[in-house]
DNA sequence: TTGTAGCTGGGTAATAGTCATTCAAGTATA
DNA sequence: TATACTTGAATGACTATTACCCAGCTACAA
């Protein structure tokens, strides 16, 4: 049994495709065939079920790839301590981003990461929270940044910012006479909302049940972006909610129409999540450092209330 | 990186010598040098510091090594994993089994775990709870018999059962008249005891503190046996303790002087412990059952009171 | 000096890899 | 229903690599 073996074996467990998995592998497809072939033979099972098509994994299968993973985790993680001693930091590393943080966060931090850590290839990819934990789970990101707490096992959350939910009230709104919000004016349809999907929108109907207003569930428009959502409300479509980062880049004559929160403060947790094997902790560490001290400057800390992401699925 | 190569490293940090690690490796020291190199060089660090005699491992060798025991742990777990599967039961089998309770336990399972797992190449060894300790951290021993609670981290510990303790009492001794010993009665000076290095001595002493009449320790003689204890007995020189499966053995002639404890009975636990690993569990398991179901018959379970195997150290 | 212990060099056998081909199963076409 | 067509894994022949052995060298301590 080897190493290589049983990342064959994980290719083709992870594709359900001799073919694919060994492109994948960089290796002809007969070679990884073989190699697979040898440890079913070294082990005397069968891994694979090739007479289905998409081949299946055996029970058996099931769990010699879960023992797998650990394994060729565990080796990677060699690798891991050496850089760590040498206290060097790079190498590829692929971070997932929810959509409705990723346009303010990332120019925030980006630049000044790639400039302290040049010789960190980061990869950077927009998702939403479920496909997130999915691939922090499997490996196949190194660390996510998505709204907490989660609380899921195997996986460790911490926290880099919490972001107050703001108010945008235009002019002829209900609400466009108060001086600060409450979460009891809230009426969650009269908000308008991000598509289904986004956790900020899970964050906001969190937020409107906490105060019992929630009135049956006849959304009338959601989008995709915020900034559409701030032309509905400016179109009398109603009010709607955005977290205090998106709020910045607003043009002058709409930021007038931002109402803040009564302390204390709706706000979401912004952490960075990441597997609690900790694989590539050092460059897990590093990225938490550049981007909490950036944010730090960005939003003042005060009296919050953490909202939850999640929705009752 | 291969799992040999890791294997390798293991040896030559376990023996710290490569002769002798290539020999227990059944390599050439050629071969393993050769291939320890090549994990050297592949994470380019040194891993051993071959200028010193013995050579020592660097501190990243440490780091690497504790990990490279992990992988190489969970590689074998996969074995495991397909036995379990197929239900066999088999391979080499190393229990380390401590002395007072070798001679009279391992003649009543022995014969039954063989013939019903003939598979199973059993490998006995008889040490001390200390040095079983260690073995069974490093993954010398599959599991081991010895007096608990031990509470060690990664340790698990499974009772078999509770052996109650027994005094056997000369004719002339003081406490001779008495129906039931009393803990009470005991006076530390007074009995003979195991040398040092045997928990079934800690046990003793122990209970004996429990009743606080212990007297200073000038104890007078000591030796390696019950039977030279029950001898020594015999001639005057004190009381002794024996624990109930030894006493099955005696002639009868002796057996008189055998006197119980009032209940609750002191007595000491003995358990398979394994690391928490659980590697190669389904023998563990199987041959936990097999003493289980045979002492049962052998020892009536009653009330009994646990005194610990821990001396000071 | 001798013994101990690891490294080096040359040669061999095992094996992980390649390419080209074959085989099996499903799918479309006549 | 038979026929070709496509997809995907297995097989065979060959090559490159490498894990291994043996013999000998070197460094060092007693």
Redesign the interface.
């Known amino acids: 049994?080897?190493?290589?073996q049983l990342q064959y074996v994980l290719a083709v467990a992870e594709h359900k495709n001799f073919t694919l998995a060994a492109e994948k592998s960089f290796v002809t497809q007969p070679t990884l065939s073989m190699q697979v072939q040898k440890l079913e033979d070294e082990?005397?099972?069968l891994i694979f079920d090739r007479s289905k098509k998409p081949i299946t994994i055996t029970?058996?299968g099931k769990?010699?790839v879960d023992?797998?993973k650990?394994?060729v985790a565990?080796?990677e993680?060699?690798?891991d301590?050496?850089d760590q001693?040498?206290g060097y930091i790079g190498g590829d590393y692929t971070l997932g981003i929810i959509p409705t943080v990723m346009p303010t966060l990332l120019p925030m931090f980006l630049n000044a990461f790639i400039k302290k850590y040049p010789k960190v290839n980061l990869i950077i990819k927009e998702q939403s929270t479920k496909t997130m934990i999915k691939n922090v789970m499997d490996g196949h990101l190194d660390a996510g940044i998505a709204a907490t707490p989660l609380e899921i096992e195997f996986i460790k959350e911490r926290p880099l910012y919490y972001e107050p939910f703001v108010g945008y009230v235009p002019k002829n709104h209900r609400l466009a006479s108060e001086e600060l919000l409450s979460t009891d004016h809230l009426d969650v349809s009269d908000i308008l909302l991000l598509q289904d999907g986004h956790c900020f929108r899970e964050g906001v109907i969190n937020l409107c049940k906490a105060s019992q207003n929630l009135r049956g569930e006849h959304f009338k428009i959601e989008s995709g972006s915020f900034e559409t959502l701030v032309s509905l409300a400016d179109e009398g479509m109603g009010m709607t909610l955005l977290p205090y980062l998106n709020t910045l880049h607003l043009e002058e004559n709409k930021k007038i129409n931002l109402k803040s929160f009564q302390k204390p403060t709706p706000a979401r947790e912004i952490s960075l999540i990441y597997h609690k094997s900790e694989l590539k902790i050092q460059i897990t560490d590093a990225l938490r450092e550049v981007i909490s001290s950036i944010v730090r400057g960005a939003i003042a800390f005060q009296d919050v209330k953490i909202i939850s992401p999640l929705g009752k699925n």
């Open positions: 049994m080897t190493i290589t082990l005397d099972v029970e058996v769990k010699i023992q797998a650990n394994i565990e080796a993680r060699i690798k301590i050496v001693d040498k």
